[in-house]
């Protein structure tokens, strides 16, 4: 069924913020919305590790007629708060600021598409007794984590850069995006432009003074400025990356052990993405996920690498057909070859 909105709230996101609640105290995490607010049929994208909610705004605007499409800002990136104390950049935080999220959005139904980072926030959610969750895309990411995909993006995660210009930065971030696949220089711009930030933007401090902000000092995210910064840095918070500190290896296994337990508990129709390239999520992992879980069914995406980025327009299709489980949503497995570089 299409739910249809007022073409104003097709265009362009409203941004919007909840509560929510760490060890250290309170912080705020944004969100950005598409679609009729009204609309009880609700679609959560969560982004990857180092990216932001509207890395979603392709998928977001052609979704958004069907969906209310709401594209969080994980604690610590785009208009989120940072956190005071960094211990808490973790997955079990960044799950329990999801309830606040999902309980302010409400919805009849509530799908799920994560990529990365976000498909295991996701993962954990739909693993939950009384998960509100129906449908599940894990992007590009599983329980079992290569250790060699892990060391690659930890040596640039938790680095702000420092650019002498946009186009520095954006030039920069096509490179350690590589993996994503092909894209035309415009859908680069287009991808990246949330994730630069001018360097003295920030970080402030909340009213609240137990946590940072950018969102005080850079207004609705945008890029433009009046007057062009003369120099500018990454989005989040460098402090992200106490998750990639070494782990012994029985904690690295108990971890694995219980991202296992919880994919195995999830109980509806999901779907798994892999690039055909990603050193992240194996073919053998993949395959495992399937065997586990028989709700799970693996689609893998030709010439891309960590992670898809659904900016194209048979990458959308994917997502399209399986969330509103039309035609293609019961394949086991199959590959999808790419369309060339995204638009």
């Known amino acids: 069924m299409t739910h249809h909105a007022a073409p104003d709230a097709l265009e362009e996101p409203r941004l919007a913020h909840v509560t929510c609640l760490s060890p250290a105290g309170l912080h705020r995490m944004a969100y950005w919305e598409w679609g009729d607010p009204d609309n009880p049929a609700v679609l959560i994208c969560a982004h990857g590790l180092t990216r932001s909610g509207r890395d979603f705004d392709r998928l977001a605007r052609r979704l958004s007629s069907r969906y209310r499409v709401v594209c969080p800002d994980i604690v610590g990136r785009g208009q989120s708060d940072w956190l005071s104390d960094s211990a808490y950049y973790v997955i079990p935080q960044y799950v329990s600021d999801m309830l606040p999220l999902l309980a302010a959005v409400g919805g009849k139904t509530v799908h799920w598409f994560g990529t990365s980072l976000g498909g295991l926030i996701g993962m954990s959610l739909a ?17 079992r984590l290569a250790p ?3 060391m690659r993006i930890g040596q640039y995660v938790g680095k702000a850069g420092d650019f002498p210009s946009r186009e520095a930065g954006l030039e920069y971030l096509s490179v350690v995006s590589a993996a994503f696949g092909p894209h ?12 630069l930030v001018p360097a003295d933007a920030g970080p402030g401090r909340t009213q609240q003074g137990n946590s940072r902000t950018l969102a005080a000092a850079i207004p609705a995210a945008t890029p433009a400025a009046s007057a062009e910064p003369t120099a500018w840095r990454l989005h989040y918070d460098p402090a992200i990356s106490v998750a990639f500190k070494p782990m012994a290896p029985p904690i690295a296994m108990a971890a ?7 994919f195995d508990a999830i109980d509806c129709p999901t779907l798994i993405v892999r690039g055909e390239q990603s050193d992240l999520l194996s073919a053998a992992t993949a395959a495992e996920m399937t065997r586990r879980n028989p709700n799970a069914q693996v689609v893998e995406i030709a010439g891309v690498g960590h992670a898809p980025t659904f900016m194209s327009d048979d990458q959308i299709a994917i997502a399209e057909g399986f969330l509103t489980g039309g035609a293609g949503a019961t394949a086991t497995s199959h590959t999808r070859g790419a369309a060339g570089p995204a638009d």
């Open 127 to 143: 693993s939950l007794a009384g998960t509100p969750i129906t449908r599940l895309v894990i992007n590009d990411v599983g329980p």
């Open 148 to 150: 060699d995909a892990l």
């Open 184 to 195: 035309k220089p415009e859908a680069w711009q287009e991808l990246n432009q949330y994730i």
């Open 256 to 262: 694995e052990m219980m991202l296992w337990k919880a």
